[in-house]
């Protein structure tokens, strides 16, 4: 140890991602001295590419959502050789909001029952009802554009802005879902429709998933931190937090971090809250094992990193005859479809998949191979790129990953960050109930692109490089013997020790995770607020 510290806070928050800026932000609304390490730095919006003519090409480097792929300095290696699915994240302020598409649906009322409607997975101890009121605020914090009275979900959703355009391609596959008699809505998303809270609306570039330089998508470096540092929270950019410190009660007493000197800290805290996704959240609290804690903090019930979660993610698009413009769109999605998202014991596997349909791109992504085939060059290039370039429409579908014992994060023995900490290792293996699940999913898409008139359609199943959804490795639950964190997102073994993000997930569901792990975060935090004198705390 250095010697150098911070004096306590109140709490002190590990991840400046999306369940981070929730819970700094209400936290330091309610009084509370908040710090906030991020190994990451705030990023810089004037390097977004989205408006620049080489943007398709640095999204596959500069920007690309995989780490090992990216190597900036701020993340860290994964080695997913064991792995049929590539996970993906964003190191830095505003962590995966930086880079994801913004997509805002929330979870369905079954997705919290699985167990008991279907016999899969396990029940969840809260319900769609207790989430509601989190939804909802989190809905305006971040400010999300859509719809209400989708007959889908089980009450009327008053959205904050009007939706997002449908566009030439979502009037013409939702018209195909009218002839087929099949459920389509117009998807909510996390991007403006209107000017909001200072930020600019959307204008449709079709560049969410390499950053937004219209501040449109809702990004918690601007729609969370600034409201937490202007009420006192302090962000603390190149920390490298090595591990979470205890006492001899096994309270959390704060951790110890590395700056980009290399030199090591020590910032203390009252409470602990943890928000480094599914993947860095088992990482590091196997790195703080301790004697008090051999298997790893807060993991006697064995289960931290164990139950990896990552949505099955399928592609089937559709070619038509007519120019639809989809070179441009929000990305996002313009409708969405939940006409096989319930279980159907017919089918032969549990669950389902929810779809959206988003645009497919600029130009070099209709000569990729899983696309245009193999013979994308040559004389009839230009002829393929006439026949495809903006004349498609893709569905993009997440199919429902139940938790396995076989799919989990460990320490890995060797491979190492540029700190020379352990690499978490991601070792996970597709169900048969995953891949029969995508496969039903893919065939009933085609129908849809078909019934819409596609003169083509080509379908790109089981993609293995799309791992953007982490879920499941601190699970939450009633029992400590089977939970890692109880329904208020606290440690049942540190009690003064939260996980606000998707670790906490007991189910992934088929949608996207982002909402819920917003209303979850939001919903600790409130708790915290309210029951800050009961919870214990290092002396």
């Not at 909001?196 to 501040?215: F, I, L």
């Not at 910032?267 to 804690?293: C, D, E, Y």
Request: proline share 7%; hydrophobic share 35%.
């Amino acid at each position: 140890m250095s010697g150098n510290k911070h004096h306590n806070t109140d709490v002190l928050i590990i991840g400046a991602g999306a369940s981070g800026g929730v819970v700094a932000r209400r936290l330091s609304q309610a009084g509370l001295s908040v710090r906030i390490l991020e190994q990451g730095e705030w990023p810089d919006r004037g390097a977004f590419r989205g408006a620049e003519d080489d943007w398709e090409l640095t999204y596959r480097k500069q920007w690309s959502a995989d780490p090992c792929i990216r190597q900036r300095p701020e993340d860290y290696p994964i080695n997913s050789d064991d792995a049929d699915i590539t996970p993906l994240m964003f190191n830095g302020v505003g962590g995966g909001t930086i880079i994801y598409n913004g997509t805002w649906p929330r979870m369905l009322p079954s997705d919290f029952r699985t167990r008991s409607l279907d016999g899969v997975g396990d029940d969840w101890p809260v319900t769609y009802d207790e989430l509601k009121p989190y939804y909802d605020r989190t809905d305006a914090e971040f400010g999300v554009s859509g719809l209400g009275g989708d007959p889908f979900f089980p009450d009327e959703i008053d959205y904050p802005l009007p939706p997002l355009p449908l566009g030439k391609a979502g009037r013409k596959v939702a018209e195909g879902h009218n002839r087929l008699g099949w459920h389509w809505w117009l998807e909510p998303n996390a991007i403006l429709s209107r000017p909001y809270d200072g930020r600019r609306p959307c204008v449709q570039r079709g560049t969410c998933t390499s950053g937004c330089g219209e501040g449109a998508k809702a990004s918690t470096d601007l729609t969370h931190f600034p409201h937490a540092i202007r009420d006192g929270a302090e962000l603390v950019t190149g920390a490298r937090v090595v591990r979470i410190e205890h006492d001899h009660n096994g309270l959390a007493t704060g951790v110890v971090y590395l700056t980009r000197d290399g030199a090591e800290h020590f910032a203390g805290a009252s409470i602990v809250i943890v928000a480094a996704n599914a993947i860095g959240t088992p990482r590091l609290l196997l790195m703080s094992a301790s004697n008090k804690f051999p298997d790893g903090l807060a993991n006697r019930s064995g289960l931290v990193g164990q139950r990896l979660m990552m949505h099955t993610f399928s592609v089937v698009t559709g070619y038509f005859e007519e120019s639809l413009g989809t070179w441009q769109g929000h990305f996002g999605a313009s409708i969405t479809s939940y006409e096989f998202y319930e279980t159907d014991p017919s089918r032969g596997f549990a669950r389902g998949a929810k779809w959206a349909l988003s645009p497919v791109g600029g130009p070099l992504g209709h000569v990729l191979p899983q696309r245009a085939g193999q013979a994308v060059w040559g004389p009839a290039h230009h002829d393929d790129m006439l026949e495809r370039f903006g004349r498609g429409a893709s569905w993009a579908i997440f199919g429902e990953d139940l938790p396995e014992e076989t799919n989990f994060v460990s320490l890995d023995p060797t491979l190492t960050d540029s700190s020379g900490l352990p690499a978490p290792k991601v070792t996970y293996t597709l169900a048969k109930n995953s891949i029969d699940l995508m496969k039903f999913q893919v065939d009933r898409a085609v129908e849809s692109m078909e019934a819409a008139g596609a003169r083509a359609v080509t379908r790109d199943v089981l993609l293995p490089h799309s791992g953007w959804h982490l879920m499941g490795t601190a699970r939450m639950g009633d029992d400590p013997v089977s939970s890692v964190v109880n329904r208020w997102s606290q440690s049942h073994d540190v009690p003064n020790l939260f996980v606000v993000d998707a670790s906490q997930f007991v189910t992934s569901s088929g949608v996207n995770p982002t909402s819920t792990i917003a209303a979850l975060a939001l919903r600790a935090a409130d708790r915290i607020v309210s029951q800050r004198s009961e919870i214990p705390v290092p002396t």
